[in-house]
């Protein structure tokens, strides 16, 4: 998941779908530790900017990353 710092925008469509994966992979036990650390991180990072939480696709995301590119160049 990534976290764009000016508009706190997250380009996974659901956070939680990552919690099957997790299962497969961890223990019951450390995949809840991860997706809690997971949303944790996003509502604190949401607070702390005070700016609205939006869900974007991939696609959205690769264009808004070149775009801002583009800005700094």
């Not at 996974?12 to 991860?34: C, F, V, Y």
């Not at 809690?36 to 990072?45: D, E, H, P, Q, V």
Request: hydrophobic residues 35%.
């Amino acid at each position: 998941m990534a976290f764009n710092s000016k508009t706190r925008t997250c380009r996974q469509p659901r956070p939680l779908d990552n919690s099957q994966r997790k299962i497969e992979t961890k223990t019951k036990k450390q995949a809840l530790g991860a997706v809690m650390n997971k949303l944790l991180r996003i509502i604190f990072s949401i607070l702390k900017s005070q700016k609205p939480f939006r869900l974007i696709s991939p696609e959205q995301q690769v264009e808004m990353y070149q775009k801002n590119l583009k800005k700094a160049a």
